[in-house]
C-alpha cells in the first residue's frame, strides 16, 4: 500500500472518532440563546437573554377615588365644614346599622350626621332626618350649596327619612340602607335628583381668618 494511499485512510478514520470525543468534552454555557451575532469590527457578541419590559405610561384621565374626592373637598372648606367632612370620610366603608351612631356599632344615616358634626360645639342636631330637616338650619338653593350643608330625601316616602353630607362637586357622603356601607355618592344620578328634598346650612358663618388693616 502506498505511503499517501495509507496517510489518507487514517485521516479518513480518525476524524469522525475525533470529532466524537470532542462533542462528548464540549458543554454549551448556561444561558445560551441559540443567536451568535458578529459585530461590524468582527468582535462576536452574544445576545443578551435579559428581557427589557416596557411599562405603559400613566394615563392623565382617571377617574377619582372617593378618597381623593373627600381630600379635594376638605382643602376647599372652611375649617368647621373641614371638621365635619373629616370626621365623615374616616368612616366610609363602616356598615349600615339602624340606630347605629358609631363607628363600632355602625350607622344609619342620621347617626353618621350626629357622629359627624359632635366636635362642633354650636350645633346640636336632633336624632332623626325628619327633625333635622324641619327646625334646624337655613334653607339653601342647590346652586349655593357648600360642603358641610345637609341634604334631605324622601325615599319611598313623601316625607324626609334619608339625610346626607355634602362634599362640593355634586358630592355626598351618607349611609345608604341596609346591607351597605358609609359611601360617596352624586347629585348627578336620576334616583337622587327624583328624591331629593332640601338643602340645609347648619353650620355658623366663620369671620375670615385674615383681616386687611389699613392705615
Known sequence: MRPIFKT???????LPLAAHATNR?????????????KSSAGTPYVASTSKTVARP???????????????ASLAAANKQSSTVLSRAVNVLGT???????????GFDCSGLVKYAF????????????????SGHGQKVERKDLKPGDL???????RKVNHVAIYLGNDR???APRRGKSVTIDTLQKPYWQNHYVVAKRVLPKEKGALQVVQR
Open 8 to 14: 489518507w485512510l487514517t485521516i479518513c478514520l480518525l
Open 25 to 37: 468534552e464540549q458543554h454549551l454555557p448556561s444561558g445560551f440563546t441559540g443567536y451568535t451575532a
Open 57 to 71: 405610561a400613566s394615563s392623565k384621565a382617571h377617574r377619582k377615588a372617593p378618597g381623593k374626592i373627600a381630600a
Open 95 to 105: 356598615p349600615y346599622r339602624w340606630g347605629g351612631s358609631s363607628p363600632s356599632k
Open 118 to 133: 359632635n366636635d362642633v360645639a354650636t350645633v346640636d342636631l336632633p336624632r332623626t332626618s325628619s327633625e333635622m330637616a
Open 151 to 157: 341634604l334631605f330625601f324622601n325615599i319611598k316616602s
Open 172 to 174: 355626598f357622603i351618607h
